[in-house]
């Protein structure tokens, strides 16, 4: 089975300050992992993927995620936030070696930015 | 940009009546995708949809869960018979061939709340 664990119902964070998401996943295979926004009222919005090769991966918006095999960690970071960031972050997985091809979120993570 | 559209925005209904929410994919892509989020939880997946056939579905999708893609641009999911549990938000997703890491693109979601 794969699942994917986000410890922190909200993050709080001053503007201008790095931020970090945190992701735990477990999967008894190879993971794809991925990160999606939610802007109230809105869809969930890719962000970025790692899916192999180098552990740093950017996207969108000047975020990055790290990538950590031993930990089974992929956190979501960003060097400067944003007010503009604030909104929810759900990170997902799917395990290459299940022969199930979709996704399984978090439940998400609320990013409070202030000013 | 190509959206996926979903409607209602937000459906209220009784107990034990049928409700339909309807998607319009992205007009190329072939994988089709329902996820629901229950207040609070995290976003799960209900069903995949490819070829006009079911794909995957998770414990969730049980007999009172049906999907259709009617007329080559409507993905709808049905619920035949509402339980108070069913009020959640529901997302369409979908994504296409090319993609081998599934990237899939939201829509907005529509609210069902069963009373």
């Known amino acids: 089975a794969q699942s994917v664990a986000q410890p922190e119902d909200q993050v709080n964070v001053a503007e201008g300050n790095p931020l970090t998401v945190k992701c735990t996943y477990s999967?008894?295979?190879?993971?794809?992992l991925f990160w999606y926004v939610q802007y109230p009222n809105r869809g969930l919005q890719f962000l970025l993927k790692?899916?192999?090769?180098?552990?740093l991966v950017k996207g969108s918006y000047g975020f990055e995620a790290e990538f950590n095999k031993s930990q089974t960690s992929f956190h979501l970071k960003k060097p400067s936030a944003l007010v503009s960031d604030s909104a929810l972050y759900f990170c997902a997985v799917r395990d290459l070696d299940s022969g199930y091809s979709t996704l399984t979120f978090g439940k998400g993570t609320m990013l409070l930015v202030s000013p | 940009e190509p959206e996926v559209t979903q409607t209602p925005s937000h459906q209220v209904t009784q107990m034990g009546q049928e409700v339909i929410l309807r998607c319009v994919p992205i007009s190329n892509h072939l994988y089709f995708y329902w996820y629901r989020q229950i207040l609070g939880q995290k976003v799960e997946f209900l069903v995949s949809?490819?070829?006009?056939?079911?794909?995957?579905k998770s414990e969730i999708f049980d007999d009172q869960f049906s999907v259709e893609r009617p007329d080559g641009s409507n993905f709808t999911l049905k619920i035949r018979s509402t339980k108070l549990e069913d009020s959640a938000m529901y997302f369409c997703?979908?994504?296409?061939?090319?993609?081998?890491?599934?990237?899939?693109?939201f829509g907005a979601g529509s609210r069902l709340t069963v009373l």
């Open positions: 790692y899916i192999t090769g180098d552990n």
């Open positions: 997703a979908s994504r296409d061939g090319l993609s081998g890491a599934n990237v899939l693109t």
């Open positions: 999967v008894s295979g190879n993971p794809y």
């Open positions: 949809f490819y070829n006009n056939e079911i794909s995957e």
